[in-house]
Each structure stands twice: as C-alpha cells, then as structure tokens.
C-alpha cells in the first residue's frame, strides 16, 4: 500500500472510531435479531437476572448539579450512592455467579441541559458511559435492559395542573426514548429497553422541586392514572420503533402499572399495540412483605416462612399467568429480602429459593435488586456461601436439555416439598385465627417502616417485628376489650412515630354485621392520649372490621360506610391520632381499651 493510501486508511479508521461510541455495538455483541424468537421464549433463555442496583440511577442534584455542564464526571453521580466504579471484571464475576441478565437503572433526565427550559438533550458523556457498561455486560455474555429510573421524580411533570407543563412531560419522555433508542439501534436483541421504572401510574402527580415549580395535582383519579399510564407506554412504544433499524423488532419491556402485580392485573391496565408481532414484555416488582424484605432493621424484620407466607407469595405471583397466557413474556424486575449493610434477614434462603422456584413454575425471569448486599462488587463475588450456591444452580445454563415441563415439575414438587416442611406459625403465643373467630389487633407501621404488625385486613400474627409484644383479643361478643403493642423490646426500643395504624377486627363484618367499635380509652407511653378528632368504625372488604387511628391515605372520610356508637358523625377523621403531639416520636407502648356491639 502506498504511503498515500496508508494516510487514508487510517483516517478512515479514525472516523470509524469517532463514531463508534454511537454506531458500534459491543465486541461481544454482534448486533443480530434473532428471528421468530417470541418474548415468552425471550424470559426462558435470560435465566436469573440481577440490577446493577445505586449506580446509573444516582442522582443528587444539590450534590451534583444538573446536566454535563456541571464539569462533573459521570462516574461522580455513578458512586454516588455508594457503590465501586462499574468494571468489565464486575459484570465478568455477576455472570459467573450465575446472572445471565443486567438491569441497568439510569438517570437519564438529571443529567439533560435543561429540561424545564424546554431542552431535554441527554448528556453525551452520560450516555457514553452506561454504552460503556452494556458492552461489558454483552462481552460477558449478558443480556442487558435499560431503563429511566425515578430520575430525580420528573415524571410528576405529568401530573402538573398546567397544560403546558403536562405536555412538556409527553414531549421530554418521547424525545429522551428517542435518543436512547438511536444511540443502542445497532445492538442486537440482547439489548432490551425498560420504558420507565416503578412510575407510570403510581408517580404522575409525584412533587417534584426539581422540575416543576408550579403546583401539582395530587387528587388524580385511579381511572385518570390507569388512562395516563396506557398512553405513556404506548408512547414509548411508538417512538422506539419509530427509530428504525434494529428497534423496529427489539423486546421492549412495559412497566406495569406502579409495577405493583395486583394494579397491573387491573383490566384498566392495557398493553400497548404493536407494529412487531410478539416483542412485547412485562414488568412488575415483589417485595411482599414489605415489612419483611424491606425492614430497616435485621432484627426488626418481620417473621416470615410459615406455610401461610408460602401461600401468599404462590397465590400473588400466580395473577401474572394472565400475561402469559396472552402472549407476554412476564419480567420481575426487581425483588429480595434486602439486606441490611450486607447482613442477611433470618430465612432470606428459604424466600429466594420459594421465589425462583416460583418463577420456574409459572415461566417467569426476575432480576434481584441488589447495591452490593448480595453480590458484593468490590469483592466480585456472592457474600453469602448458601445464597452463592442457589443462583450459581439457577442460571440459563443448568436448565439446558430440559423441557419447560421438566422445570416446572422439579419447581412443583421442591414448592411442594418446602410447604410439608413449613411451621404453621412462629409464636406459641400468637392467637389462632380461622374464618368462625374474630380477633381483635392493632395493625402498625412505624414511621420509618422499621418495624410493624399485621397490616392489612386479614389477621396475620406471624407477621411481628423482632422484639414486639402484641396483646390480641378473641371477640366473643358485645363487651369491653384490651389490646396493645410494646416495642421496649425491639432494637430501637420504640416506634419512630407512625406511617400506619388501624385497630382490626377479623370477621367481624361477617360474625357481627353493622357492629361498632367505641375506644373508651387510649395509653400511650402509659399516659392517657385524647384523640383530636373522632375515630368510626368502617370495612375495606366487607369481611374485616377497622378502626383507623392514622391512615393518611384516606382523604375522604367514606360517611356512607362510616359507624358511629351513637350515629352521630361530627368531627369523624381517619388520623384521629396527632403525630405533632409530644411523645409520637418515640412510641414506647400504646394501649386501647374499646367497647363492641350493636350501635345505640
């Protein structure tokens, strides 16, 4: 070759390499759309995911400003919430550990130029760097899904009471799937993009001072959200394959309305419609319990691994086979018993192990959420020997030369097995519960969600924060009765004020219909409390008699449904307890003793 020829080939090369970082895929991805391949057969070959968990998704804009004018780096946001620099020898060791699949969280908004000036252009540096670590994760064999993650809580833009504003939302989350979408067309189909996180539905009228400065409707109808939230994924839809090439027939994952399974299995929830014929997949989280995986505390977690926390988990993860049976490729995109500072929660194996067995049985894939307290990342390997070995055995790999039927017959008779092996209960001192008794309890969250007791309308003793002492009472008939909740014994040794607490009675609508509860008395920290205004007695489900003590959810007090002793509702509220009054930061005990029976 002539030196002249020479100088073109290498600049030739160079603009090759100029343009790389948005045209090139991987070395080790080959940018190939396997054809015919359905999204239900897509989740069968991702095998056992996990998220690179507090690392894209970073973002603290009074830390760190606003967009790549701030001369930061993108691995300043990247540690910012903890974690190690990402690494090809990290994604190398997660799928060696046994993770075929990486979820990426990414930050894409609070690091745009100025999005409440109109300008939603993401910063090229950023979108470099996660480039960066989807080809580590394709160079180690990974499939990878991107996504928009909280993002500083912009998406409560959509919920603006301004026009403008609501449209600027629509405008900025189409043009921000936009460029992603041309940024990652050449990647092949292992690359899968995620619309949104844990916000459509759930978050559109979230306030957010970072974005929106005018104020935000935050009385959004359920049927207003559900609307909303069809017309976004459809929108995310749209765009993608408007990008052409290779995101004309690449999976998309929809979020599921606030990913919570029982919303998404609303039929208010719609899938979008699609130009490329079985592409589509769902997404959804699991964390129930919440006051088990999400606990702040290890010892402050609730119980959980009877035979009825079995049943639970089986029955809910069971509501997704309506997905499945249309056609859908069902992705669980987070879940786990969390951690604490990387200390597992007593029968976190046991949790794990029930949840991939479900997802085995029902042909699900799921990726844990994980910062560092499963996987550790600067020690690139699992913390945990017995949590190591579950998902080195779980991984796309161990499943080869099996049938789906195989799977889920071993997945049926290991459930199975788990059950038979299962306690009924965990307190030899809990009340036993059944559909002739009703029993009355106080249910609680802290509010710190540290600790809690029985939320919810069905009586579940097991479900007690270490430490607490419940004292429940049998109902058998018209009467006064006691019950309280002493957290001396807990960690902490008192309940950081209140997030949520009911006094419930189970089968009481069924047992004693139209019945009422009046509290004659309340103690709290041994001192007797005076409500602020007055508590009624109402159902949720028509089974469960309650007693609201704080329920800030409840903004409008339900009068038709409402229960009085004497029938007059004056003054009724649903937070009859005042967190402001002195002593609520540090619950140490409370007390109720309430008259039951047949209003006056």
Same mark, same amino acid.
């Given at each position: ?5 020479k ?6 090369v %160079? ?8 045209f ?15 999204? &239900?057969? %897509? ?16 973002c ?12 930061k ?13 990402t690494?090809?020898?990290?994604l ?16 894409w ?8 000036? +109109? ?7 950023y979108?470099a760097? &996660? ?28 919920? *603006?009471e ?12 189409k ?7 041309e ?32 104020s935000?409707?935050?009385?959004l109808?359920?049927?207003e959200?559900?609307? %909303? ?9 749209d ?12 999976f998309?994952?929809i ?24 592409k589509?997949?769902?997404? &959804?989280h ?51 018993a ?24 029902? $042909? ?21 020997a ?40 965990f ?6 519960? +059944?559909? $002739? ?31 607490l ?19 001396? +014994? ?10 949520? *607490?009911?006094?419930?009675? *189970? ?18 920290n041994?001192?007797?409390?005076r ?7 109402? *159902? $949720? ?15 409008? &007090? ?43």
């Open positions: 070759m002539s030196s002249k020829g100088r073109m080939w290498l600049l030739a %160079l603009m090759l390499l100029m343009l790389c970082p948005v090139c895929a991987a070395e080790g991805d080959d940018g190939v759309m396997r054809e015919g391949l359905t999204s &239900v057969e %897509l989740t069968r070959l991702m095998g056992n995911g996990t998220n690179l968990g507090n690392t894209m998704e970073a603290d804009a009074r830390k760190f400003g606003l967009g790549g004018n701030t001369g780096a993108p691995t300043a946001y990247e540690v910012g919430w903890g974690q190690p620099v690494t090809q020898e990290m190398t060791a997660m799928k060696e550990a046994g993770f075929d699949t990486i979820r990426i969280p990414v930050a908004m609070t690091n745009a130029s100025h999005l409440t000036d +109109g300008d939603y252009t993401l910063d090229e540096p979108l760097r &996660v480039k960066e670590i989807v080809d580590y994760a394709r160079n180690a064999g990974m499939y990878v899904i991107i996504n928009d993650h909280w993002d500083g809580g912009w998406w409560g833009m959509f919920g *603006s301004k026009a403008e504003t609501r449209a600027l939302a629509m405008e900025a989350y043009g921000m799937w936009k460029q992603i979408a940024y990652f067309r050449d990647y092949s189909d292992y690359v899968i993009f995620e619309g949104a996180n844990e916000e459509i539905g759930a978050r559109f009228d979230e306030d957010s001072a970072l974005y929106c400065s005018d935000l409707v935050t009385y109808s359920d049927n959200r559900y609307a %909303l939230a069809n017309e976004v994924n459809q929108a995310f839809v765009t993608v394959r408007q990008t052409g090439g290779n995101n004309a027939t690449r998309l994952l979020p599921g309305y606030g990913t919570n399974i029982e919303q998404t299995c609303d039929n208010r929830f719609k899938m979008p419609t699609d130009t490329a014929e079985n589509l997949l769902i997404s &959804v699991y964390y129930d319990p919440w006051s088990y995986c999400g606990a702040e505390s290890v010892s402050g977690a609730t119980a959980w691994g009877t035979k009825k926390d079995y049943d639970a988990m089986d029955k809910t993860l069971s509501r997704m086979q309506k997905f499945v049976k249309q056609g859908y490729g069902v992705v669980i995109g987070e879940y786990g969390l951690p604490i500072n990387t200390e597992l929660k007593a029968n976190t194996l046991n949790y794990h192990t029930r949840f991939l067995d479900n997802c085995d049985y029902y $042909d699900y894939t799921s990726c844990l959420w994980d910062c560092s307290g499963f996987f550790v990342r600067k020690d690139l390997k699992m913390k945990d017995d949590m190591a070995a579950l998902y080195a055995g779980r991984n796309a790999a161990s499943e080869e030369g099996k049938t789906l039927e195989e799977v889920q017959q071993a997945a049926r008779a290991h459930m199975d097995q788990m059950r038979e092996e299962a306690p009924d209960t307190r030899a001192d809990a009340l036993a519960a +059944g559909s $002739d008794k009703a029993i009355a309890w106080i249910m609680w969250s802290d509010g710190s969600w540290a600790y809690s007791y029985s939320v919810g309308d069905e009586y579940q003793p097991d479900s007690i924060s270490g430490g002492k419940a004292t429940d009472a049998v109902i058998d008939g018209e009467g006064t009765y006691h019950v309280a909740l002493d957290f001396t +014994g807990t960690d902490k040794g008192y309940s950081q004020s209140i997030a949520f *607490s009911a006094l419930g009675i *189970s089968n009481g609508e069924k047992l004693y219909p139209g019945w009422v509860v009046d509290i004659t008395e309340c103690k709290i041994g001192e007797v409390y409500f602020k205004g007055r508590p009624y007695t109402t *159902s $949720d489900n028509s089974i469960c008699t309650r007693v609201n003590l704080y329920n800030s959810w409840v903004t409008k &007090v339900p009068r038709e449904n409402a229960r009085v002793r004497y029938g007059d509702l004056t003054g009724i509220t649903p937070t009859p307890i005042d967190l402001n009054a002195p002593g609520m930061d540090q619950i140490r005990t409370i007390e109720l003793t309430f008259w039951y029976g047949p209003r006056k």
